[in-house]
């Protein structure tokens, strides 16, 4: 019985692991990204850099925008190639991978540790029918959607962050 509550507490870590990381990218991290770029693109194609930058600062938590005002910076310098363009995102957010990773090492964790104690219980003998399985299929799937957001942000920042640098080239082949 011991053994239960031992299964039961790491499986309940694992869960508030997992959740953690899912509520930071939910509400620290996201804006909708899709909209914010038109918005960036129109003021840029329409030559208003600095509203655009304006509009960058209205959500300074949030990944895309950070990277995108180093990026409008970058422009009104002159900068107009793709790869400065790349590297002054990278360095407003402080890396890609940085950024979009914050307290991805929680879901890892949580999802080791389900795992890991998963593979314990069926050791020991376990029923694959008893309760501890479900909670620990439960914390599984929190630790995955965990994981899961934060390559899905990654991916929709950077197609952000390609499509803003199309614009700023467009912009610039027209001063």
């Not at 990773?101 to 540790?113: F, I, R, T, V």
């Amino acid at each position: 019985m011991s053994q239960e509550y031992i299964f039961y507490g790491i499986f309940g870590v694992s869960v508030v692991l997992g959740l953690v990381r899912v509520i930071y990218i939910s509400f620290s991290l996201k804006i909708n990204v899709g909209a914010f770029v038109g918005m960036i693109k129109k003021l840029v194609m329409a030559n208003n850099v600095d509203r655009a930058m304006k509009l960058c600062k209205a959500a300074p938590a949030a990944v895309a925008t950070r990277g995108t005002y180093a990026m409008l910076e970058a422009f009104q310098n002159r900068v107009t190639d793709s790869v400065a363009l790349r590297e002054a995102f990278e360095h407003g957010v402080g890396g890609l991978n940085n950024a979009t990773g914050k307290l991805g090492w929680l879901s890892y964790l949580a999802l080791l540790a389900t795992c890991a104690c998963a593979g314990w219980a069926y050791q020991l003998g376990y029923d694959p029918l008893h309760p501890i399985y479900r909670v620990g299929l439960a914390a599984l799937l929190i630790a995955i959607a965990g994981i899961r957001m934060g390559s899905t942000l990654k991916n929709t920042i950077t197609g952000g962050r390609d499509q803003t640098i199309l614009a700023l080239q467009e912009a610039s082949l027209m001063r």
